[in-house]
């Protein structure tokens, strides 16, 4: 059999070239995201010179450009309602509600008391990230990784007394003596010790030595909603259980109970610490809650990659939901509910040349089309940008808009985006001050 070099020889000059055939002198491979160039050196399978560019961005436009300095002053925002005498706890949780997790907590951790997060796995990556930072676990989910919790200094809530019990074991093997904080149920019906069962809890520390109680915590189920009577009922549950710890000696606890939602609304929520963490990318839960100025720190665009004149009549995407009432101009966008926008919004727009365009027919996993048969050719040619979540010159669509076009939430939004979107951080505006 003649070798791979030998065909390779017989082959005439104007054949195709191989797919994996060795590059032209002075050719220029891009590299993927996964493997990028290290220390100034090519990795295997690249050239130099070498594209500095990430495979993701440099192919399909679509992006999530998050401002860095939009979530900083957002963080001053809130602290001016709250007032300077509350610490605060930034929730970076759920890869900071979609914004990016490290680079987030970077940015929030020189202003920020601590930093917040659902679970060991999203503290482990910030520790490994070089955040330094005090850092809560809120999600409370440890499967005897109580050692790795301990290793890297994260701050345990705890609502379990098995876990209680593990956390004591844990520290004490380690000759350590660690900081716990008890999550109590006020009405949520999620995770919590009751308040019959609290002084039990209490009464268990007397006995682990290892551990020391730092502080008490809750959380509300409807702090955004019309409603107030359900959180002050709430609020009134977990003054109680203050009192109680108090009784048992406990007399220097940080208490913390507050979302966004409820330091805004909740003077009273605000005890020694705050919760903050859709507030901080310029969103707010629900109509109930508001604070001045806030800053939308995300947002999402692509760029047109087909254009079709179609006549009246003519369906749109899957099933045909919409047909053309007039000879329109479409365009194609490589975005889709695969990227985390949702298929079943209605009435949705999005922004191109400055202008509003109806979102048409069903959303696909890769694409949706957009109806610009109003906006001049020069505007909404290929690869023209169009804006889903931003501003672009006077008009604006929020996180808000989309989630209202949806049926849904805010942060269902943030936190859809996938992974497949890159995040390109814009941080001029950063500025790092001692923490409070």
Known sequence: MPSRAELRQAEPASATREIDAEPYAGETLQGLASKPRVAGTATEGTLVPFAEVDIRTSIRPTVAEIDLGAVQRNLSRFRRVIGPSVAVFGVVKADAYGHGAVPVARALEPLCNALAVSLVEEGLELRAAGVRAPIFVLGAYYNRHQDDVIAQRLTPVVYDLGDLERFGAAAAR??????????VDTGMSRLGVSVDDLPAVLARFDDLSALRLAGLCTHFASADLPDASVTEQALDKFDACIGEAMHAGFTELAHHAANSAAAIRFPRARYAAVRPGLALFGAMPSRHVAVADLEPALRLSTRIMAVHDVPVGTPVSYGGLWRAPRPSRIATLPVGYADGYPRHVRDACALVGGRRVPIVGAVCMDMLMVDVTDVPPADAGLGSVVTLIGRDGAEQI??????????????????????????IQRDAAIVSTPRP
């Open 174 to 183: 380690r000759g350590r003596r660690i900081d716990v904080h008890v999550k």
């Open 398 to 423: 929020t996180v808000d808009d989309v989630a209202g076009w949806a049926g849904t939430l805010s942060y269902e939004i943030l936190c859809g985006i996938s992974k497949r979107v890159p995040r």
